[in-house]
């Protein structure tokens, strides 16, 4: 098995869980921004509360665009970056290995976001339909926390990563011609 071959694979079984950590993290800025932005209106015009007045909706909504589009960036560019980096410093078959240990781990753990987080989602629905829950006790505090921490992870992290497999390979596919012509001039013991 070849030594490069081994450097893509970890390269590669890394690299999903640092783009899964740039979209919790921008999703978790995100949120703390709406809610800074509807507390504010709240505080502003307390009839928004009473259902007199209406809230700015407009401002939400701008603040959700702006921070899908500007927040994704980092997550896009280590995407794309690192078949490229990969490719370019340790030749094509680091790159072979790097698509390996990066779609499998991201494969499994897309897997283990979707339905960990759909899990920990649904799991304060279900102790809230049987009754089994008060305000203030461990099982309640444990459910809001697994439903706060479900939803991003099967809403945004889950889905990203099928997301991330796909844009590294086209990466991958993209460059592949480049790294033939350049493989003679990349010879790293």
């Known amino acids: 098995f070849p030594i490069k071959c081994c450097y893509g694979i970890l390269i590669g079984a890394v690299v999903p869980f640092l783009f899964s950590s740039f979209t919790i993290g921008a999703t978790a800025k995100g949120a703390l921004e709406m809610v800074n932005e509807v507390r504010r ?5 307390p009839k928004i509360l ?5 809230p700015d909706y407009d401002k939400c909504i701008d603040i959700s665009t702006k921070n899908a589009l500007r927040k994704m960036v980092l997550p896009t560019f280590v995407t794309m970056a690192s078949p490229i980096l990969v490719g370019l410093v340790f030749g094509p078959t680091a790159l072979g290995g790097m698509l390996l240990g990066g779609t499998c781990t991201a494969a499994l753990l897309a897997s283990f976001f979707s339905f960990g987080g759909a899990l920990w989602d649904n799991t304060k629905k279900s102790i809230e339909d049987i009754g089994f829950w008060v305000k203030g006790t461990p099982i309640h505090t444990a459910a809001v926390v697994g439903d706060t921490i ?6 945004v992290a889950g889905p990203s990563l099928t997301i991330f497999m796909k844009l590294t390979n086209m990466t991958a596919l993209l460059i592949a011609p480049l790294l033939l012509t350049l493989t003679p001039l990349i010879q790293i013991p």
């Open 41 to 45: 209106q709240f505080k502003a015009d």
């Open 50 to 54: 009473e259902g007199k007045s209406k």
């Open 150 to 155: 479900g939803d991003p992870l099967k809403d």
